[in-house]
């Protein structure tokens, strides 16, 4: 094998235990939230912007950084700046993956790799809006397959953003909502989880063309 291929290999297993123990010892949550980002205005969104794109290039649940987004600076504000931390998050770990891992990976798992590839590759966008919309699968593991397939990164970007937004509107709602209305935001916001997950499932039928999010190409 190419020792630089073994190498970036290498150095992305350690890289990504590395991350997983600081993400492990670190927090997100409320506490911080009122620590941090309420009422610090633009530092405060800025701040919070950058620590979700890192939490969200980790393996931490997005929806969690849409609801505290909400909490911290109100729907409209909330989503918005939940989608762009969500989105640069992506775009770290598909880039990560793609320096560290691509040959690496493809090496050990091509069979694997392939399926992912041949599930997204031919209709980018709108397959990759499919898997943001369906509740399946983990985000994280989404954007490392997809940085070691030969994906195109401009079109697995727009669709992961736009597959984002539902589900950032839902949480950033609810989050919001935590101390004014509670039962009916929480209300309105599961009827739209319900929405983005027909939608999902209609393109999904619309766009797999005899395809399968089976056990080798779950996201």
């Known amino acids: 094998m190419n020792l630089r291929i073994l190498l970036k290999g290498f150095l992305l297993i350690g890289s990504l235990l590395l991350l997983g ?105 709108n397959m990759t809006l499919l898997i943001r919309l369906l509740p399946l699968g983990s985000n994280f593991a989404t954007n490392l397959a997809a940085g070691v397939t030969t994906v195109r990164g401009l079109p697995f970007f727009s669709g992961s953003i736009l597959g984002y937004i539902p589900q950032s509107i839902v949480f950033a709602l609810i989050g919001s909502g935590i101390n004014v209305d509670p039962v009916l935001r929480i209300g309105l916001g599961v009827v739209l989880f319900l929405v983005s997950g027909l939608l999902g499932g209609y393109l999904y039928r619309k766009y797999r063309h005899g395809k399968t999010l089976d056990g080798d190409t779950e996201l």
């Open 21 to 125: 123990y600081l993400f492990q010892m670190s927090q997100l949550d409320k506490a911080w939230v009122d620590a941090e980002v309420r009422g610090k205005g633009f530092a405060g969104e800025i701040l919070f912007v950058a620590v979700g794109a890192l939490f969200t290039a980790l393996p931490f649940p997005r929806q969690v950084v849409s609801f505290l987004a909400g909490y911290a600076f109100g729907f409209v504000a909330g989503s918005l700046l939940a989608v762009l931390a969500t989105a640069l998050g992506c775009i770290l770990t598909f880039h990560y993956a793609r320096f560290f891992g691509r040959g690496f990976v493809n090496r050990r798992f091509l069979h694997r790799v392939q399926k992912i590839d041949d599930f997204i590759r031919d209709n980018t966008l």
